[in-house]
């Protein structure tokens, strides 16, 4: 009995002998071919031994290759990795490591005050801002990824300058530059560019307007986003007075110029959600905290203007035309340009519906639209 018992362990220590591999938390699979010991974990990792200088030196025969952890092996007495070859103890203390730059994020703005936004750094241990493109004057902000700047001018552009710093040094510099809001009724310029939002670049200047009925504390831009023109009339069937076209819920932006389509035409999945602050246009081309309006503002300024018919959006303050749609279903084909309006508040009905202001020579209704198709949007702000 007892020899049959040790000649069981004796074939088990042949198989693993002849397997030479080790797989640690890998769910039963095997490990890589080039690897004797395989371990995955996604919370631990690989811990040496550890031992002081006399210990590590103490070791009999040390074998080539063999890695410990010396606890007082640097100059200044911490700890660092020794590996054993050409006969001697080496200590891998390594290379430190600058931070990369702070990437920026959404810098909120008013009238007198910016917030400067950026998103954290890896390996940063904190960050300075300056107005100047000089980090020895620079303010230390600490581990905070924001800096708030009051007592600035309404409608004046600002640039500023931001380092992430550790142990090791500061990286480069970034520049931030962002426009403080003008007061409702002046008017503001901004460059789009081409690219995930504006479907082409232009220079555009916006004009503001506040006191509309139904929702006299917002300020509204007083022509389309992304339209190089106020339109002459209600019926206005120019691309220069539509501007562009945004579906449901996405940040792409097109232009349509009456026969071509800029840029082509996406597929479309709709989800159950309201246009998300992410995705908003208005935000990403003028700024935080421009917005596409909800379902409640257009449905006061459409009953407390008493827009009946085209008309009236026509005859207010905020000179809304019949800019046209894009059609889904012919793959963005500009339709009823100069005859309706489609504009995009940010409030779905469910998840293939949202909402939009409608109008036409003898209405002017909120209606519920299918998301994929192509409205304009009239930004607001509180």
């Keep these: 009995m007892h020899k049959i018992f040790i000649l069981s362990i004796l074939l088990v220590l042949t198989e693993i002998s002849a397997v030479a591999q080790v797989s640690i938390n890998t769910d039963g699979a095997a490990p890589d071919a080039s690897a004797i010991l395989d371990i995955k974990s996604t919370n631990k990792g690989l811990l040496p031994p550890r031992m002081t200088f006399a210990q590590r030196n103490a070791i009999v025969n040390p074998a080539p290759g063999l ?59 904190g960050y300075k801002w300056n107005t100047t493109d000089n980090y020895a004057t620079a303010i230390d902000v600490g581990t905070s990824t924001h800096k708030i700047e009051s007592g600035l001018t309404a409608g004046t552009s600002y640039t500023r300058y931001v380092w992430a710093y550790n142990a090791c040094g500061n990286s480069p510099s970034v520049m931030f530059t962002e426009q403080t809001l003008v007061n409702c009724g002046s008017s503001f310029t901004k ?18 307007v506040t006191n509309i009925p139904g929702e006299v ?148 209704n909120m209606e519920h639209s299918f998301k994929p198709f192509g409205y304009s949007t009239r930004c607001i702000r509180n």
């Design 67 to 125: 890695v410990v952890v010396c606890t007082n092996c640097k100059a200044d007495g911490t700890e660092c990795l020794s590996l054993f070859r050409g006969g001697k103890w080496e200590n891998l203390i390594g290379h430190c490591t600058l931070p990369v730059p702070p990437v920026g994020a959404l810098h909120l703005h008013e009238t007198t005050w910016i917030i400067w936004t950026w998103n954290p750094a890896p390996i940063a241990t």
């Design 191 to 208: 460059t789009h560019t081409a690219g995930t939002v504006a479907p082409v670049t232009k220079t555009v200047t916006y004009g503001t």
């Design 217 to 364: 504390s917002k300020c509204w831009i007083t022509r389309n986003l992304g339209a190089s023109q106020q339109p002459t009339a209600v019926d206005d069937n120019t691309e220069a007075s539509a501007g562009w076209y945004w579906r449901f819920n996405r940040l792409q932006g097109y232009k349509h110029d009456g026969t071509t389509l800029t840029p082509a035409w996406a597929s479309f999945s709709s989800e159950s959600t309201d246009w998300e602050s992410v995705n908003d246009p208005c935000t990403i081309l003028l700024g935080n905290p421009w917005r596409i309006p909800t379902y409640t503002e257009w449905l006061n300024v459409d009953a407390n203007g008493n827009w009946i018919n085209w008309l009236g959006p026509w005859n207010s303050g905020l000179k809304i035309h019949a800019e046209g749609y894009l059609n889904h279903f012919e793959n963005g084909v500009v339709t009823n340009r100069g005859a309706a309006g489609y504009y995009w508040s940010s409030t779905q009905l469910t998840s293939v519906n949202a909402w939009a202001l409608y109008f036409d020579i003898g209405n002017s």
